[in-house]
């Protein structure tokens, strides 16, 4: 269970509850998350808005951007979003058995672009501060800088997903499991809590 409790469009102020209705009705399958951002009602708009305002600029290949998604989202440890993009990614094409391995530095099934957008992902996770020059020069040989531009800000935006939902202890909702596993993907590729953190 959370660690605040999931508000029902009732609970919302009236004039956020378009807004709330709106959301929980396109981001459906995230039915654990919107109730819980609904505390913040400007946080929930902007954090939901920026995700689809990327998406929407069609900049970027859904592919591409749902490899970064995954892949910060191991970075950062957080199965509820690995588990949800992960299935998208199957979805899009990419092999169940690749999406699973996707962490691996010889993840099969992968373009050098998709490498490259993977391994881009979780150099501005784990240390945007050293990201070498060789790096952007690999990327501008793929992408325009509008488009590093925005590939950079859904990762950073990727992980403040990560981070409320790990603190605030967002739960899967019930059946993406059955679903990640209908998809031929393996249980065993989820990050797991750091078993040393303290409660």
Known sequence: MARVPAL?????????????????????????????YAH???????????SLALRDTGNLPRRLIEIAVVA????????????????????????????????????P???????????Y??????????????MFEQLRRHFSDTQIVELTMRIALTGMFNKVNQALGIEMEDGLMAEFRACGLAEE?????????AD
């Open 8 to 36: 029902t469009v009732e609970d919302v102020p009236a004039r956020h509850r378009d807004e709330f209705k709106r959301l929980s009705d396109t981001f459906a399958a995230f039915s654990n998350q919107v109730p819980v």
């Open 40 to 50: 913040s009602p400007v946080g929930m708009r902007h954090i939901f808005g920026m």
């Open 72 to 107: 910060a989202s191991h970075a950062n440890r957080c199965a509820y979003c690995v588990a949800h993009h992960a299935t998208t990614l199957v979805e899009l094409g990419l092999a169940a058995d690749s999406v699973s391995a996707l962490e691996a530095a010889d993840a």
């Open 109 to 119: 099934g992968l373009s050098e672009q998709e490498r490259l957008v993977r391994d």
């Open 121 to 134: 992902a979780v150099c501005v996770t784990e240390r945007a501060w050293g990201i070498r020059d060789a």
């Open 189 to 197: 590729s989820l990050p797991a809590a750091d078993p040393a953190a």
